[in-house]
């Protein structure tokens, strides 16, 4: 067969095309939404932090997750919930905004790592010379498991803050630029200039990605652009 492997991968790369579609936009109605409520935003992700940290108390007490790396989870948690002292502005430079960015990747790799490990059993194999020690499926978490843990105890909380921190318009396409101090921000919020709406660093990605795309389309001929335009 040829062509039925063909239209496999065609299927494939259009199935990932229309599932990065979907999470763009999703991410794009999440920062609406923000927008709109962020009082009741900030208080969904309080609680959505204590809830969390009170479930990786429990693991602890009942299955036994080790100490260090739930103490770990749990102070990642504490730093997260940090940066909504001015929520939803985010200073980029921010060592706790920075911090956050690096405990995400640590508790990731950490935790992979832990769920990745065999537990070996306590009894000997005598059968076998070879393997002295089995492994103890009977105490390994399933795929399930894994998965629902990271996705609601290491990647829920900082995917929350991604959608719902926002930066001013002139976060893009200069990213270095800084939000001074809340006064600073007020008094941004009060000039002549900000009627513009603050936009969400979710939806300034997609804006940012859609603005690339459009310029690289224009650059390699595959769309016209506005020639109405000056250089």
């Known amino acids: 067969m040829w062509i039925l492997p063909l239209v496999g991968y065609l299927g494939v790369i259009v199935g990932f095309c229309f599932l990065?579609?979907?999470?763009?936009?999703?991410?794009?109605?999440?920062?609406?939404?923000?927008?709109?409520?962020?009082?009741?935003?900030?208080?969904?992700?309080?609680?959505?932090?204590?809830?969390?940290?009170?479930?990786?108390?429990?693991?602890?007490?009942?299955?036994?997750?080790?100490?260090?790396?739930?103490?770990?989870?749990?102070?990642?948690?504490?730093?997260?919930?940090?940066?909504?002292?001015?929520?939803?502005?985010?200073?980029?430079?921010?060592?706790?905004?920075?911090?956050?960015?690096?405990l995400v990747v640590i508790n990731h790799w950490l935790w992979f790592r832990h769920f990745s490990t065999p537990i070996p059993a306590t009894r000997r194999n005598e059968g076998n010379w070879r393997q002295p020690y089995q492994v103890d499926y009977s105490d390994m978490p399933s795929f399930s498991e894994v998965a629902s843990y990271f996705g609601l105890c290491v990647w829920l909380v900082p995917f929350a803050l991604f959608v719902s921190l926002s930066a001013g318009d002139n976060v893009l396409p200069t990213m270095g630029t800084e939000y001074a101090s809340s006064a600073h921000a007020s008094h941004v919020r009060s000039s002549s200039e900000s009627k513009a709406k603050n936009k969400g660093m979710a939806k300034a990605l997609v804006d940012g990605v859609r603005e690339w795309a459009g310029e690289t389309g224009e650059l390699m001929g595959l769309w016209k652009g506005d020639r109405t335009r000056r250089f």
Not at 28 to 34: D, G, R
Not at 38 to 55: E, M
Not at 61 to 68: A, E, Q, T
């Open 20 to 102: 990065t579609l979907a999470i763009a936009s999703g991410l794009y109605y999440l920062s609406e939404l923000v927008e709109e409520h962020t009082v009741f935003a900030r208080k969904l992700l309080s609680r959505l932090i204590y809830s969390i940290i009170g479930i990786q108390v429990l693991l602890v007490l009942f299955d036994r997750f080790p100490i260090s790396l739930s103490l770990l989870s749990i102070f990642s948690h504490l730093v997260y919930a940090s940066n909504l002292r001015r929520f939803p502005l985010v200073k980029l430079t921010d060592p706790l905004f920075i911090l956050s960015c690096v």
